[in-house]
């Protein structure tokens, strides 16, 4: 199995201009540096007017570099914003429907020394940077291996259908799609799997991990992390863990399958984020009384915290932009609510009566939420899905209970809802990882924490 190097999608625009710091060969055979651009027409990657199905800069020296401009980060989400980027390894063009996709074809320890710059402070403590290059490495190449597993299955089951002339049952490792839904006229529930990627191994942007390529400031801390945990990663039956992370649980971690596809990974169960069970709470937050208290409160968690020098070992400038992690509040007028949810939904609910929490997790997040309006009542779900209706990009999380306030013939004129966490809450926490680190917790004794069962494995020397 080899995990040399990657492909990770970084922009898709109908042209892009890119600036290559260095000689670079092209896939004509001739060498380029300096100001380029590439653009797409008649469905083919057009550079100075030769026309490729695809195309590849690679780098003849290896201090080269290359520079992609305007490159869209944080798609979607409320700090959404355009900046130039630079990369190392090698540049590849191809279309992909109507537009120009670049790919930079990187090294992955190369690759994890910028998601680790880019998913947080490159001034982290060293457990915690250690941490977060071993669920980093192992997210990334966990997918590959199953590939390789599908793959292989596959080949044998195909011999031995030849051999035999009997149709044999399908791999056990195939995935759901990448968009699964299940809806009736009056349920929808969707979750967003891993696998929407097709033409590269993954996206650069917060949808997969962040990969901002050398744009971020890396430290000699970072590249120590990445040297010292080289070829390590988390594995449980003798596979890799898809070992997925959050900016804040909220003070317990979400089960694997109340997010996505309805598969149970025993290393991605609810966790208390402290050492001990909170004192004063019932903690059986699929319970709406337990979850309500819980959530409008503020119990003892590694990452209920305020510190400023830890929050900013876990967040980048823009994500300090927000304030509040571990609890928040977000207020709407009627007028706002409906508008917003039936622009983000596609449906008209009329003026909106009531939020009802039909099924939570264990982390207290809505797993289904039943929205009842003057025109349609649906449930929703799963808790990404609830966030996108709910947000201009992405509500915080689903952990949240709703008021209605001013009711006019009883629709309400004002919701106000209070929550509890950052994402979806499943593995790793960040901030509470970051509290850990400061604490005097190693690396593995983190992760220990947050992926219960899971065993620590070098893949490659």
Not at 79 to 89: H, L, T
Request: proline share 3%.
């Amino acid at each position: 199995m080899s995990y040399e190097s990657i492909q990770v999608g970084i922009l898709s625009n109908r042209t892009i201009k890119f600036v290559l710091n260095g000689d670079f060969t092209s896939t004509n055979g001739s060498t380029y540096s300096g100001k380029q651009k590439a653009k797409i027409k008649d469905g083919e990657v057009v550079f100075l007017d030769e026309h490729f199905d695809e195309l590849i800069f690679q780098p003849t020296g290896e201090n080269a570099s290359f520079d992609l401009i305007d490159v869209v980060i944080g798609i979607n989400f409320h700090w959404e914003r355009m900046e130039n980027q630079r990369f190392k390894g090698s540049l590849k063009f191809i279309i992909e429907g109507k537009k120009l996709t670049a790919i930079n074809i990187v090294n992955v320890e190369d690759y994890l020394t910028s998601v680790i710059s880019s998913e947080m402070s490159a001034t982290a403590s060293e457990e915690l940077l250690k941490a977060h290059a071993v669920i980093s490495r192992s997210w990334l190449l966990c997918p590959i291996q199953e590939q390789e597993i599908r793959s292989k299955e596959q080949e044998v089951r195909g011999k031995e259908q030849k051999d035999s002339g009997i149709s044999l049952p399908t791999s056990e490792y195939q995935l759901p799609s990448s968009d699964s839904k299940l809806q009736t006229p009056n349920f929808i529930k969707k979750w967003y799997e891993r696998d929407a990627h097709t033409n590269f191994d993954v996206c650069a942007d917060d949808h997969c991990q962040r990969y901002q390529g050398i744009t971020k400031a890396s430290t000699r801390a970072v590249e120590a992390a990445i040297e010292a945990t080289r070829g390590e990663v988390l594995i449980f039956d003798n596979k890799i863990c898809d070992a997925r992370f959050s900016k804040s649980c909220g003070g317990i971690t979400e089960a694997f399958e109340n997010c996505w596809a309805p598969v149970h990974h025993p290393y991605l169960t609810p966790v208390i984020d402290n050492v001990d069970a909170p004192v004063g709470f019932d903690i059986e937050l699929t319970k709406e009384d337990n979850a309500i208290e819980w959530i409008r409160k503020s119990p003892t968690a590694f990452c209920n915290t305020t510190d400023k020098t830890i929050l900013s070992q876990v967040l980048n400038n823009y994500d300090q932009e927000t304030t509040d992690f571990f609890r928040w509040k977000v207020e709407y007028s009627q007028q706002e609510i409906a508008e917003l949810i039936a622009r983000k939904s596609g449906i008209d609910f009329g003026e909106i009566i009531d939020l009802i929490p039909i099924q939570r997790g264990e982390s207290g997040r809505i797993i289904e939420l039943k929205i009842i309006g003057t025109k349609e009542t649906i449930t929703v779900g799963k808790e990404l899905e609830i966030r996108k209706w709910l947000s201009n990009s992405h509500l915080y999380s689903s952990a949240f209970v709703a008021d209605r306030f001013d009711l006019v013939d009883h629709i309400p004129q004002r919701f106000t809802l209070y929550g509890a966490g950052w994402g979806h809450g499943v593995g790793l926490c960040q901030i509470g990882a970051a509290v850990m680190g400061e604490k005097g917790y190693k690396y593995k004794e983190i992760l220990q924490h947050y992926f219960r069962g899971a065993e620590f494995k070098k893949i490659y020397p």
